[in-house]
């Protein structure tokens, strides 16, 4: 507490402890008043408080000390530490369980409820769409589309009144979709 503090040149962290011990708020300070520096000197397009800059490395610290705290050996079942090989290898063994479960979510969120052997063919996924679409009108059903006829005025020329469904612009796209598909093929309906 009463030495010189953190070298400027080479910051390091007290990882065994919290970011508020009088070290790492040092540092954490020390951070704060380059960016600062760095913001004013390079003029950058945005401004912000130093709140927001001292929130920032805080979580940048928490995240740096979890990694951290995964890292250290940890007490086998025959209660040894593990040694540095062991503890690469479950680090190693953890990231790729991460990746396959996030390869898995995305892949899951990407293809939607279609069958594994047709998965990633253009006709499938045009299947798929215009089934949706299908459902999606007959749920509707007629006073699901956005205009409606009224009075026929002349006998020549219908004359549409728009209206406005709350859920409309949600699917608006999709509607549009089915409305220009209807205008190039008459015999699509």
Known sequence: EGGP?????????????????????????????????????EQWPFQRSEAYFR?????????????W???????????????????????????????????????????????????????TSQKYSWRWLQRLIKTLGEGGMSSEESNVENDIETVLRVKNMTWRQAIEWEMDIVDHQRLVDDDIF
Not at 7 to 33: Q, V
Not at 79 to 91: F, H, Q, W
Not at 97 to 116: C, D, F
């Open 69 to 123: 705290t995964a890292a250290q050996p940890k007490v086998t079942a025959k209660g040894i530490l593990e040694t540095p090989a062991e503890v690469e290898k479950r680090l190693v063994t953890k990231k790729d369980e991460t990746l396959k479960a996030t390869r898995q979510t995305t892949r899951r969120r990407n293809v939607g409820p279609q069958s594994p052997d047709n998965v990633g063919t253009e006709e």
């Open 5 to 41: 503090g953190p070298d400027l040149k080479n910051l390091t962290f007290d990882l065994r402890n919290g970011s508020k011990t009088p070290w790492n708020s040092k540092i954490i300070d020390l951070l704060l008043e380059e960016i600062q520096k760095r913001c004013t000197e």
């Open 55 to 67: 929130e920032i490395l805080h979580d940048c610290y928490k995240r740096l000390r979890t990694i």
